[in-house]
């Protein structure tokens, strides 16, 4: 990243129901994520974490308010464009038959470049199980990565992202599978390596989110609850 681009986010009294349906999703969200700041997001299964984050890179649109990216609205960028600026991890981590360096550089119009896949593996905690597959970084992967584990495949996607070098980081749910010294070191590697961009994190774990400069509570699609980890 470099020049004025920033990656703030603000969401101004976003409401969200699918297409023909009743019933809204999300409703009357407003939050900003500074750059820089990480913003967590908890609450039960259904509350509606997935589908704000997904609102972002525009999986879906907002049905009411405002989401702005750099004080823009979302919906007045080329798609491309924002999605340049957002590296998404999903629930699922997703990879491909291929090699390691192909998983993590993928998608990317960036020639593919070793020390970059490097140093993503690194800071995502992948470096020793790479290292210790037969071909390390040109092992093959299988489609689905059913030669990896859970955890490995999200340190992989998350791997993807780091290569990406995005303003904007949105983890879904994305620490889950990781044991809980390999999650607590690879938040803080993330915070050391890429400290200059904004995070919004999706978590089930307390721990996870804990040092977040913000924690938002979804209840039923609203927020019940905003502050710090000590606050709440
Ligand atoms: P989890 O923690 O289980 O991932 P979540 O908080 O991320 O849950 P969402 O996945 O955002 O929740 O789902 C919010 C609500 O939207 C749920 O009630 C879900 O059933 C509903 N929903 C999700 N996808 C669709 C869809 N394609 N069509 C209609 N409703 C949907």
Redesign the pocket.
């Known amino acids: 990243t470099e020049g004025d681009s920033k990656g703030e986010i603000e969401f101004r009294h976003v409401s969200f129901k699918?297409p023909g349906?009743s019933?809204y999703?999300?409703r009357d969200i407003s939050f900003t994520a500074s750059k820089g700041e990480t913003v967590a997001?908890i609450?039960?299964?259904?509350?509606?974490?997935?589908?704000?984050?997904?609102l972002i890179p525009r999986f879906m649109d907002a049905t009411d308010g405002e989401i702005l990216v750099d004080g823009q609205n979302v919906k007045n960028y080329k798609l491309e464009a924002l999605r340049d600026k957002i590296g998404y991890v999903s629930?699922k981590a997703v990879m491909f038959s291929g090699s390691v360096t192909s998983n993590i550089a993928f998608g990317g119009e960036i020639k593919q470049s070793e020390d970059k896949v490097k140093r993503a593996v690194e800071i995502a905690q992948g470096k020793d199980f790479i290292e210790k597959m037969d071909q390390q970084y040109e092992g093959t992967i299988s489609q689905g990565g059913t030669n990896l584990s859970g955890g490995q495949k999200q340190r992989l996607s998350i791997a993807r992202a780091i290569y990406k070098d995005p303003e904007i980081y949105l983890f879904?749910?994305s620490f889950s599978a990781l044991d809980y010294k390999t999650d607590r070191v690879l938040r803080s590697k993330l915070k050391e390596e890429i400290n200059d961009a904004t995070n919004i994190i999706?978590a089930?774990r307390i721990g996870t989110i804990k040092d977040a400069d913000r924690i938002l509570v979804?209840d039923k699609?609203e927020v019940v609850g905003i502050g710090t980890h000590d606050e709440l």
């Open positions: 699918y349906a019933d999703i999300l997001i609450g039960s299964t259904g509350s509606g974490k997935s589908t704000l984050l997904n629930q879904d749910d999706v089930q979804l699609g």
